[in-house]
Each structure stands twice: as C-alpha cells, then as structure tokens.
C-alpha cells in the first residue's frame, strides 16, 4: 500500500504557472486583478464576465465572474485589431458588447 502514493507522486503532471506575469509556483495568492467587464449579452441581463481564460487568472475578481469562451475569443481577436462590428458578427456578441470589449483590448494595462 505504501507504493500507490509513491506512484502518484511519480506520474503527477507537473505544475504550471498560473499567470504569465507570476513568476510563483500554484498555488499562490496574488494581487492581481484579472481582466473583465460587466457586459449585457443577447438574454439580457447584464454581468461580469471574464477577459481572459480562467486557467491563466489566480483569481477572478468577484465571485461572480463567468468564463465565456466567446467574450475572450473577441477579446484576443480585438487584441489583433479587429473591429467591433466583425467580433459582433463573427463571435455572434451585441454589437455594444462588441464595441466594450473592443475597447478594453485597446486600452493600455492600468489606465
């Protein structure tokens, strides 16, 4: 029985940092506030959404933040200089959702 934890620790992925601006191990905690918005999407209601991809933010800003696929694929297609009303049709967004995260991705970092 003492070989079964041996082994666990032997084929074990190795851990990967969490955030590309954290030079850290995980698990850790970080000041770091991650990207988002508060954005009204086509049901209506307005919320705060995720910029980037959960597994690269230690922590999401509030506890209600949601990861959806579609606003950070704008957000890094926006990133590349696509305009808001080609995220809008393309990543199939509200053009005013469209044209926030277009301007999040344009803004530097801080301001």
């Given at each position: 029985?003492?070989l079964?934890?041996?082994?666990?620790?032997?084929?074990a992925?190795?851990?990967?940092?969490?955030h590309?601006t954290?030079?850290?191990?995980a698990?850790h905690?970080?000041h770091?506030?991650?990207?988002h918005l508060q954005?009204t999407?086509?049901?209506?209601t307005?919320r705060?959404y995720?910029?980037?991809?959960p597994?690269t933010c230690p922590s999401?800003?509030g506890?209600c933040?949601r990861?959806?696929?579609?606003?950070?694929?704008?957000?890094?297609l926006?990133q590349?200089?696509h305009?808001?009303h080609?995220?809008a049709?393309?990543a199939?967004?509200?053009?005013?959702?469209?044209?926030?995260?277009?301007a999040?991705?344009t803004?530097?970092?801080?301001?």
């Open positions: 029985m003492r079964l934890p041996h082994l666990t620790k032997l084929t992925p190795a851990r990967r940092r969490h590309a954290d030079d850290r191990p698990p905690t970080t770091h506030p991650c990207p954005l999407l086509h049901d209506g307005e705060d995720l910029l980037d991809s597994n999401p800003t506890p933040a990861y959806e696929p579609r606003i950070h694929l704008a957000y890094l926006a590349q200089g305009d808001a080609w995220l049709h393309y199939d967004l509200p053009l005013s959702a469209a044209e926030r995260i277009t999040a991705a803004t530097p970092p801080g301001r």
